[in-house]
Nanobody, 128 residues
Framework: QVQLVESGGGLVQAGGSLRLSCAAS????????MGWFRQAPGKEREFVAA????????YHADSVKGRFTISRDNARNTVYLQMNSLKPEDTAVYYC?????????????????????WGQGTQVTVSS
């Protein structure tokens, strides 16, 4: 079991930036693929970005490519989501997720794999 705690959400104007953080409770975090997902009111949860355990490979949804960047610091058991050029349609609850399974799980998150562990979510609101 691993606990994930997100932080960094808030209210920002369109065009602004936010940096989300997700702190994991276990040192074995270093071997987990990590991802960010989001869910807007009345919509299904959707993939945003994922990163392999090493950080060598990242995957981003088309809707955020060029604006959002996922990264991780294994020494700090933390994964980040840098969000730039925010748009009102980015408004959602953002969830951090972790998956311990071997194989290309980060890549699989981009095409529908649901990770095993989830944080409680952090609200991001972008005003126009």
């Amino acid at each position: 079991q691993v606990q994930l705690v997100e932080s960094g959400g808030g209210l920002v104007q369109a065009g602004g930036s936010l940096r989300l953080s997700c702190a994991a409770s276990r040192r074995t975090f270093n071997s987990y693929s990590m991802g960010w997902f989001r869910q807007a009111p009345g919509k299904e949860r959707e993939f945003v970005a994922a990163i392999t355990w090493s950080g060598d490979d990242t995957y981003h949804a088309d809707s955020v490519k060029g604006r959002f960047t996922i990264s991780r610091d294994n020494a700090r058991n933390t994964v980040y989501l840098q969000m730039n050029s925010l748009k009102p349609e980015d408004t959602a609850v953002y969830y951090c997720a972790a998956d311990p399974r071997s194989g290309p799980t980060a890549q699989a998150m981009a095409v529908g794999l649901m990770p095993e562990y989830w944080g409680q979510g952090t609200q991001v609101t972008v005003s126009s």
